[in-house]
Structures are given as structure tokens and as C-alpha cells.
């Protein structure tokens, strides 16, 4: 069974902070994703990363970076937290850009920005 | 782009009662895989089922969609409808571009 796991759960942060969410896999994917997920929108894609040293721009990466240290890592990084950025993130992990390909998915983090 | 359209936000039925969620999308490409995704409320996400081949039915969990390439349509439907299947169901649809596109989602609640 595949297995990601996000840290924190739960994180209140101040307006013009630095926030860093954590994404870690232990299915040796080479993708992995961020969302948000937001009532009337979905899930939408933040950045995404082919495998370790490599980060692509997903479809509403305004405000947000990412690092992927690792195979296993995988982190979103707001440096200057705004209150539109309240929400909960989603991380998720598939084996390769095939389309049949299923993303595996974190418990999410519900962060709050005051 | 691809597009996915989900127009219900909210279904609510009675236990018992038959499901349908309904899914529509949009791609050029002709190998397009479409997915359900079930988000159960303090869980993760999960694959329910997926499919791309047109007209064949597609099973899980008491659950099955057909996709139909004419009206690009993938709806999901389950003959009886229980508590337990309360949740937020997402349609996505995988294509040539590398990239999931998801829904807004709709949520079922199933009341007594």
C-alpha cells in the first residue's frame, strides 16, 4: 500500500511568514504533486516534481516554491503567507507520467494564514 | 486545455436511494484515462476506479462508471445508496499533457 505522510497537520501561521509544508513517500515514486483543495475549486496543482533536483510550475504556483531534496521529500514553501493562501494542501505521489497512472495521496494539511 | 465539469456541488439522498454523479469532460487526445477519486472526510484521497476504454463498464466498491467517448461523459452510479458512502467525490481525467486535471468535486451525503 503506498504511503505518504505530511507534516504538520494542522499549522496557523501570520501574514508575511514563512510557511514549509512536508511531503514524505516511502513508494520510491519519482512523481510527486502539490494541491490545495478548496470548496467550489477542487484540487488544484501547485508544483510538481519529476524526481529528486527537479521542480515544475503546476497550474496556481503564485507565491508558492517547492524543494525536492530526495526521492522521498518533498516540500511547498510559502515565503510570504497571505490569508488567500488558507487552506488545506494535498501531496500525492505516482510512479511516472504514464496516463493510467494512479496518485497516491497525504492525509493533507489544513493551514491557516491570520 | 483539458477540462473536467462536475455541476453538482452537493447530491443528498436517502439510504437506499440510487447514485449518480455526474462527470463531463474535455481533451484532443483519444487515449485520455478519466478516474474517480473518493475523499472520505479525516482520510486521504483514493483511486475508486479509472477506465479508458469507451463504453465498458467499470466496477469497484459497488460503484461503476462507463465511459462514453461520443458524449465525453463518466458518470458514477451505485444501485443503493449507503451512510457509508458519504464523501467528496472527485472525477479527474489523465491525458497527454503530463497532468491530472481534477473537478470541483461534488459531495454526497446520504441521510437515514
Known sequence: EAAVTQSPRNKVAVTGGKVTLSCNQTNNHNNMYWYRQDTGHGLRLIHYSYGAGSTEKGDIPDGYKASRPSQENFSLILELATPSQTSVYFCASGDAFRVQDTQYFGPGTRLLVL | ?112
Not at chain 2, 475508486?48 to 461520443?70: I, M, P
Request: net charge positive.
Open chain 2, 1 to 112: 486545455g483539458d477540462s473536467v465539469t462536475q455541476k453538482e456541488g452537493l447530491v443528498t439522498l436517502t439510504e437506499g436511494l440510487p447514485v449518480m454523479l455526474n462527470c463531463t469532460y474535455q481533451t484532443i487526445y483519444s487515449n485520455a484515462f478519466l478516474f474517480w477519486y473518493v475523499h472520505y472526510l479525516n482520510e486521504s484521497p483514493r483511486l475508486l476506479l479509472k477506465s479508458s476504454t469507451d463504453n465498458k463498464r467499470t466496477e469497484h466498491q459497488g460503484f461503476h462508471a462507463t465511459l462514453h467517448k461520443s458524449s465525453s461523459s463518466f458518470h458514477l452510479q451505485k444501485s443503493s445508496a449507503q451512510l457509508s458512502d458519504s464523501a467528496l467525490y472527485y472525477c479527474a481525467l489523465s491525458s497527454n499533457t503530463n497532468k491530472v486535471v481534477f473537478g470541483t468535486g461534488t459531495r454526497l451525503q446520504v441521510l437515514p
